[in-house]
């Protein structure tokens, strides 16, 4: 089954076009991680916190990668990761267009 991964953490910048030139080659990584189907990108420049909401083939595949960019992050210096696991209903997002296979 389908699982959302929401995950975001504090961040001190860069943003915008800075952010997407400093994390293209991190981003080019995440894009081989098994059972990625997409991820969108989130910064929020007020609050000083950016992350993103990924969509996995399954539960298993979001779980791995959590534990993995998690360290990654703490490696970073990132103090905390906030991460939250929902399982796709995908005929209920199919009919509000929601972008996810096998709706």
Request: net charge negative.
């Amino acid at each position: 089954m389908p699982t959302l991964l929401q995950v975001d953490f504090p961040y001190q910048g860069p943003w915008g076009e800075e952010m997407h030139t400093a994390m293209r080659g991190l981003a080019e990584s995440i894009a081989q991680e098994a059972g990625l189907i997409w991820k969108i990108w989130t910064e929020n420049q007020q609050t000083q916190e950016a992350g993103g909401i990924y969509l996995f083939a399954d539960r298993e595949s979001a779980e791995a990668y959590l534990a993995m960019h998690t360290a990654r992050l703490k490696s970073f210096g990132v103090p905390h990761v906030n991460a939250k696991l929902f399982s796709v209903n995908t005929g209920l997002s199919g009919i509000d267009r929601g972008p996810v296979r096998g709706a």
